[in-house]
Nanobody, 115 residues
């Protein structure tokens, strides 16, 4: 079921930047972690980055040094700052909200990196 709405996607040139936003529907009492996933044409959905309630952060190896995940507790929102974008970053990006083992997904936002 859709629990969040992602925004910030679009078309950018290689080397450009985008910032994705996702407003969580749960509260800090129920959310264990939030994460970003992506799915490119012909590929399975893959993990991109995650931030837990305990502020542990993990990144996929392919985005380390380029992407930054962050959280604004006052706004109950997570962000994904994407820099130095590459054509291989092209995908639909999904926000994932984990509530103690149960995942809730947003509708996704398209990111296209092309000259």
């Amino acid at each position: 079921q859709v629990q969040k709405v992602e925004s910030g996607g679009g078309l950018v040139q290689p080397g450009g930047s985008l910032r994705l936003s996702c407003a969580a529907s749960g509260s800090m009492f129920s959310i264990v972690a939030m994460a970003w996933y992506r799915q490119a044409p012909g590929k399975e959905r893959e993990f991109v980055a995650a931030i837990s309630r305990g502020n542990n952060i993990n990144y996929a190896e392919s985005v380390k040094g380029r992407f930054t995940i962050s959280r604004d507790n006052a706004k109950n929102t997570v962000y994904l700052q994407m820099n130095s974008l590459k054509p291989e970053d092209t995908a639909v990006y999904y926000c994932n909200e984990n509530r103690g083992g149960t995942d809730y997904w947003g509708q996704g936002t398209q990111v296209t990196v092309s000259s």
